[in-house]
């Protein structure tokens, strides 16, 4: 695989944490060490702001969807969408070491990655 993808886990009969795991080889992580923190640093303020300020989180949904120029009907379901998603965002995206070595070689095995992938 060499471009990055997007998959469901529960597609593959793995259960859905609510949790966007973010993967790279070693060598890809020293390169880009410091755009990577930014990037994790982002996504834990913007969950912040998904639980401290629902209200902003919603407004700034509703502009990404263009929730605006939407029929009725869609905006109905974009409001039952975000309604129904809110409290799924997780408030810490910590996990166990153990299960992303288990995730990884799920992903190694259903040939979802390549597992010599980084292998220098």
Known sequence: MKDA????LKEWGVPDFCQLVLMTTPS??????????????AMRRATGIVHQQPDLAREYY???????????T????IDATFT??????PNDNMMSTEYYEHLMG?????DQVDGKAGEE
């Open 5 to 8: 993808a997007f998959f469901s």
């Open 28 to 41: 890809h992580f020293d390169k880009r060490k410091d755009v990577l923190r930014k990037l994790v640093l």
């Open 62 to 72: 509703y502009q990404h969807v263009n929730k605006e120029d939407a029929s009725e």
């Open 74 to 77: 869609q905006q109905a379901v």
């Open 84 to 89: 129904a998603t809110l409290p799924a965002f």
């Open 106 to 110: 799920w992903l190694v095995e259903t």
